[in-house]
């Protein structure tokens, strides 16, 4: 199994991030094929505790990176996100 927990209300779904870290996206992915079990839950932090929010979907497909790379590519000089492979996220978009 591998879960994910989700501390925000807004969130409608989870989905590795082919931009911040591919090979984790890629890895996670291949896991599910192979039978991992992946969920994600909701916890509903407050100043008195947690509280059980529910599943929230996850989405196992990879994102469209030729639609987001303009994008991602304008990130990359500001997001300091490193990712697995070492290099800064979106730098080679």
Known sequence: ????AV????VKAVRPSDFHDPVFARTLRRAA???V??????LLPSKTGIRWGGEVPVDLEP???AAI???????TSTSGWLRSDGRVAGASI
Do not use: E, S
């Open 63 to 65: 994102y469209p990176m």
């Open 37 to 42: 079990q992946v969920r994600a839950v909701r």
């Open 1 to 4: 199994w591998v879960v994910f």
């Open 7 to 10: 501390q925000r209300r807004d």
């Open 33 to 35: 094929m192979r039978g």
């Open 69 to 75: 790379g303009a994008y991602a590519a304008k990130l």
